[in-house]
């Protein structure tokens, strides 16, 4: 018979779940279930009894004794029944190649290296036309650090729109 043990302390090891069972009868396993990401105790897990006479002897023993500072919750182990299929997704794929969109000839594009306006003889400006700089914003002409205006001393802005020059004050 299959019992459920719930209500586990974190740091109990399977041997001793197996100990606890075993005065009650045979027990051919213990199992604590561990959680796969933190690898942690989730709290609860299940044991093995042949017999089950003494498997319901030992679940109505066991079932809110302490172990661990923490009432043990034990019942007989309820199977999983088979759920019912999930329903199909949608499959945002077609299936079939008559509900596939292929471009007519005309919108097919052979040449892959050129773009439309290319084609057209326009002008186009990559990044390697680009002057060097670093400038992100286009035709400023601006690079990095260049026309930063009223930017105050290193120090800090204390000085900033005071009047600095000090012949001024006197007469």
Same mark, same amino acid.
């Given at each position: 018979?299959?019992?459920?043990?719930?209500?586990?302390?974190?740091?109990?090891?399977?041997?001793?779940?197996?100990?606890?069972?075993?005065?009650?009868?045979?027990?051919?396993?213990?199992?604590?279930?561990?959680?796969?990401?933190?690898?942690?105790?989730?709290?609860?897990?299940?044991?093995?009894?042949?017999?089950?006479?003494?498997?319901?002897?030992?679940?109505?023993?066991?079932?809110?004794?302490?172990?661990?500072?923490?009432?043990?919750?034990?019942?007989?182990?309820?199977?999983?029944?088979?759920?019912?299929?999930?329903?199909?997704?949608?499959?945002?794929?077609?299936?079939?190649?008559? $509900?596939?969109?292929? @471009?007519?000839?005309?919108? #097919?594009?052979? !040449?892959? =290296?050129?773009?439309?306006? *290319?084609?057209?003889?326009?002008?186009?400006?990559? $990044?390697?036309?680009? @002057?060097?700089?670093?400038? #992100?914003?286009? !035709?400023? =002409?601006?690079?990095?650090? *260049?026309?930063?205006?009223?930017?105050?001393?290193?120090?800090?802005?204390?000085?900033?729109?005071?009047?600095?020059?000090?012949?001024?004050?006197?007469?």
């Amino acid at each position: 018979m299959d019992i459920f043990v719930g209500s586990l302390s974190f740091k109990l090891k399977e041997s001793e779940l197996r100990e606890a069972f075993e005065k009650y009868g045979e027990v051919n396993s213990a199992k604590i279930i561990i959680d796969k990401i933190t690898r942690q105790s989730k709290g609860f897990g299940f044991v093995e009894m042949p017999d089950e006479e003494q498997a319901r002897f030992a679940i109505s023993q066991l079932n809110g004794a302490e172990m661990h500072g923490r009432p043990l919750v034990v019942n007989e182990a309820q199977k999983r029944e088979a759920s019912a299929p999930r329903p199909a997704r949608p499959n945002p794929r077609p299936t079939s190649s008559g $509900d596939r969109y292929t @471009p007519s000839s005309t919108e #097919r594009n052979t !040449d892959f =290296g050129a773009s439309s306006e *290319e084609k057209r003889g326009e002008r186009v400006f990559r $990044d390697a036309d680009k @002057p060097a700089g670093g400038s #992100r914003y286009k !035709d400023y =002409g601006k690079g990095r650090g *260049e026309g930063k205006k009223n930017m105050g001393s290193k120090r800090g802005d204390s000085r900033r729109g005071r009047n600095t020059d000090f012949n001024d004050d006197w007469y």
